[in-house]
């Protein structure tokens, strides 16, 4: 078993920063990849940003590239995302996952069903 408890939510102006943080307890050893996802109510989850256990190899979503970034501290067993430029289209429930399948370089790891666990959301909100 992984646990995932986020944190790092809240209520930003458009333009500003936040940084979310995913701490992992438990079979930390097994997980090879964390993943951020967000959903907005009614509409279906959507893939933002993951990092492989080694942190050599990220992926994020074209909505979000060259500004929102997915660093890594195995140290703290701690994954994050920092989102610098943030828009009004950002806002939701971010949620931190993590992925104890073998690793392939042939997935980008954007589907939700590939990952174990998550956590239970984190609020951002971005006032216009």
């Known amino acids: 078993q992984v646990q995932l408890v986020e944190s790092g939510g809240g209520l930003v102006q458009a333009g500003g920063s936040l940084r979310l943080s995913c701490a992992a307890s438990?079979?930390?050893?097994?997980?090879?990849?964390m993943g951020w996802f967000r959903q907005i109510p009614g509409k279906e989850r959507e893939f933002v940003a993951a990092?492989?256990?080694?942190?050599?190899?990220?992926y994020y979503a074209e909505s979000v590239k060259g500004r929102f970034t997915i660093p890594g501290d195995n140290a703290k067993r701690t994954v994050y995302l920092q989102m610098n430029s943030l828009k009004p289209e950002d806002m939701a429930v971010y949620y931190c996952?993590?992925?104890?399948?073998?690793?392939?370089?042939?997935?980008?790891?954007?589907?939700?069903?590939?990952?174990?666990?998550w956590g239970q959301g984190t609020q951002v909100t971005v006032s216009s």
């Open positions: 990092i492989t256990g080694s942190g050599t190899i990220t």
């Open positions: 438990g079979r930390t050893f097994s997980t090879n990849i």
């Open positions: 996952a993590a992925y104890t399948g073998a690793y392939y370089g042939g997935s980008t790891y954007s589907r939700g069903n590939e990952y174990d666990y």
